[in-house]
């Protein structure tokens, strides 16, 4: 057993409790206990105690969407529409992936969730092989969706038998694992047809894997889809039989109330990702709405390509601003919600219900602010410092399944320098087009 102590523990449990002067007790890779210093401490004499004195531990953060080896994409193409920026750049670079850069740039994103206190993700993209590597390397807990579209042939395979195989030795290979499971996640509604998505979701129910995949990302998107199948992107997908209780569908920006009863009524997790949607002029979820409906709303950063970034804290602010501004209401998403969705509904998304949660059988995740960075002074209350002042950056340690992954500025599961080396290469390959 080992005891971590801090000034606060927000704990994000049923009852939302926030203690001071705290500690949090976790035994292999679960948390044990959480309460006041001197009553844990009294509790296990003799027990390993790490004091980080001035911090706020936090449960890890929650990545509900994110393309993790597009790190090698970041600033390629920007300020442009999403269309445009997919078929003008960033399909034609994808086509030439070569699997060891994809390996390298996943890590390369790896290193940048763990720096900034995120614990688990869900990712959709190619060869995922590469990306599950990358992160049980990492450490990182995740969900690994292999991307589908109809463009064959594709880095995946020449045929949809082909990498369909492909994918039932991948589910093979990583059955079991601690941390890391798969999901199939077709691209999008305009990027496939309703025999492939089908076929998508019925290899999920076969290999017991998630499903998911982009959803109403756009306003394009829906009058492209009400052309070609006569339906809105949800009704569609709910009238081929895809959705269920445990689909995360990320984006949902043009969603309509019909298409909300539809999440709430099929139990899926709808996934936000404010910047990347500020970026690309695709529009902003109605969060609010979505919630009150009852529908879990994770946050995601969507892939480091569009969004340049893949730092939780960013997404979290940007939330609780842009719910605010988009329904012209400064509650509409309160400091408690925003944080809700980083961790509780990022649970949801992921499917996973020990995450998300700093409480006694809980997944041992979690990290830690320094509040002596004087962006985080004073703290009045520590839920609107987290939320409304942190930026990231300030976070000092990284724990996954009880295990010490970032610590005061070293990389404790990969070497980092090293990496940096070979980060060199993606460079060279982007700009050889």
């Not at 401490?41 to 531990?57: H, K, M, S």
């Not at 999403?82 to 399909?91: G, H, N, Q, S």
């Not at 995360?248 to 009863?261: G, R």
Request: hydrophobic letters at 45%; charged letters at 20%; a negative charge.
């Amino acid at each position: 057993m080992k005891i971590y102590t801090a000034d606060w523990l927000i704990t994000q449990n049923d009852n939302r409790d926030i203690i001071s002067e705290a500690a949090l007790a976790i035994e292999g890779n679960r948390v044990e206990e959480v309460g006041p210093a001197a009553e844990v401490l009294a509790r296990y004499p003799g027990t390993e105690v790490d004091a980080l004195a001035r911090a706020v531990i936090l449960p890890g953060l929650i990545n509900g969407h994110t393309h993790l080896p597009m790190a090698a994409l970041r600033g390629i193409s920007d300020d442009k529409p999403l269309l445009a920026w997919l078929t003008e750049d960033i399909f034609p670079l994808e086509a030439r992936w070569e699997p060891a850069l994809l390996r390298t740039s996943a890590l390369l994103s790896c290193a940048e969730l763990l720096r900034t206190g995120t614990t688990a993700f869900y990712d959709m993209y190619m060869l995922q092989e590469n990306t599950f590597a990358a992160a049980d390397t990492a450490g990182l807990r995740g969900v690994l969706g292999e991307n589908l579209t109809h463009f064959f042939p594709q880095l995946g395979g020449g045929s949809l038998d082909e990498i369909f195989g492909r994918l039932r030795s991948l589910a093979d290979a990583w059955r079991g694992h601690p941390r890391l499971r798969g999901a199939v996640t077709p691209h999008a509604v305009y990027t496939t047809d309703p025999d492939l998505l089908t076929a998508a979701r019925a290899l999920a129910d076969e290999l017991s894997w998630g499903f998911g995949m982009h959803m109403s990302e756009t306003r394009r998107e829906t009058a492209d889809c009400l052309r070609d199948f006569h339906a809105r992107p949800i009704p569609y997908c709910d009238s081929l039989g895809i959705l269920r209780p445990g689909t995360a569908l990320f984006h949902c920006v043009d969603v309509d109330d019909d298409d909300i009863a539809i999440l709430r009524a099929r139990q899926c997790a709808a996934v936000h990702n404010p910047a990347s949607n500020m970026k690309l002029a695709s529009g902003a979820a109605p969060v609010a709405r979505l919630l009150s409906a009852g529908v879990p709303v994770a946050l995601g950063t969507d892939g480091p390509a569009s969004e340049n970034a893949q730092n939780l804290f960013r997404e979290i602010w940007l939330a609780a601003l842009l719910g605010k501004l988009s329904a012209s209401d400064p509650t509409a998403i309160s400091a408690q919600t925003a944080l809700d969705m980083a961790t509780r509904h990022g649970a949801a998304a992921i499917g996973d219900p020990l995450a998300g949660t700093l409480a006694p059988g809980s997944h041992a995740d979690f990290c830690a602010l320094d509040l002596t960075s004087p962006n985080l002074q004073p703290v009045h209350h520590i839920l609107s410092t987290v939320v409304y002042a942190a930026a990231g950056l300030e976070n000092t340690l990284t724990v996954v399944d009880g295990r010490e992954c970032y610590r005061d500025g070293r990389f404790l599961t990969f070497d980092y320098p090293a990496l940096l080396s070979e980060a060199a290469s993606l460079r060279r390959w982007a700009s050889s087009r």
